[in-house]
């Protein structure tokens, strides 16, 4: 009799669900952190975050411009105008970015410092 394999809870399938599903709670006009998702879902670090992000296909509903570096910035992605993209996005919001192009988390960071 053949065993039917399970994925463990700590899949790359089921971290990056657990990824989405956080990113998605993520209110309209605040922002969270690469390490501050990777927290939330045990993840063993924020680049898996990202890589999660990468993987999104195109018109996906996760919100992935809520999601920004430790320092508040958008970090720039291979190829293209992603992070022009993620600026727009995130001043509809209502997310105002410093001179320097970061965000304040204080004010725009979930979940609350």
């Known amino acids: 009799m053949r065993m039917k394999k399970t994925k463990s809870p ?28 990777a927290r939330l879902v045990k993840a063993p670090g924020p680049r898996v975050v990202g890589y999660a992000m990468a993987a999104l296909p195109e018109g996906s509903s996760v919100p992935w411009q809520r999601v920004v570096n430790h320092k508040g910035e958008i970090s720039l992605r291979k190829g293209g105008s992603g992070e022009i993209r993620q600026r727009r996005l995130l001043e509809a919001e209502g997310v105002e970015f410093k001179l320097r192009g970061r965000i304040n988390l204080k004010i725009y960071g979930w979940p609350d410092p």
């Not at 089921?14 to 690469?34: C, D, F, H, M, W």
């Open 10 to 37: 700590d899949s790359g399938a089921t971290l990056y669900s657990r990824i989405y599903a956080a990113v998605r709670k993520i209110p309209k006009g605040r922002v969270s952190t690469y390490g501050r998702i």
